[in-house]
């Protein structure tokens, strides 16, 4: 099933960041945005019946930020493939994330295509760190 629909769902506290990236997704025919919403803890609430296979949450949001979401998600559906979204491009917040349970995470500066592929390789079931986090990263020892 190469081109199944992908549903993702949107968590951002900015109406404008969510509309925009709503927009920009839903121009791709292998992406379905299941649902959007402005703070984690509606998220959380309809995840368990949304059944989203992609997770696009911002970080920094209240009263749940995207690593209290990402903890939760990872513990209550595995399963659901988490992509953090940051206007920071330090990679401090990435490897948190990461070691949460996330398997992404984008700038909100990431360009059309670049997002496109993040999504696609994270639903492949790879990691996919942006090309702005990763230049930021320290070399691997």
């Not at 292998?30 to 649902?35: K, L, N």
């Not at 992404?104 to 079931?125: D, M, P, R, Y």
């Amino acid at each position: 099933m190469k081109d199944e629909l992908i549903r993702i769902m949107l968590v951002d506290d900015h109406p404008l960041v969510r509309e925009s990236w709503k927009l920009l997704l839903e121009n791709n025919p292998r992406f379905e945005i299941v649902a959007d919403y402005s703070n984690g803890a509606e998220a959380l609430e309809n995840i368990p019946s949304l059944k989203p296979d992609i997770l696009l949450v911002d970080i920094n949001m209240a009263p749940l930020d995207g690593f209290a979401v990402t903890k939760s998600v990872n513990t209550m559906m595995p399963e659901i493939k988490i992509i953090g979204l940051s206007v920071h491009n330090q990679p401090k917040y990435a490897t948190r994330l990461l070691q949460l349970g996330a398997r992404g995470f984008l700038t909100k500066t990431s360009s059309l295509e670049e997002i496109n592929h993040g999504i696609l390789a994270v639903h492949q079931g790879k990691v996919y760190i942006c090309d702005e986090i990763k230049r930021n990263m320290p070399p691997a020892g």
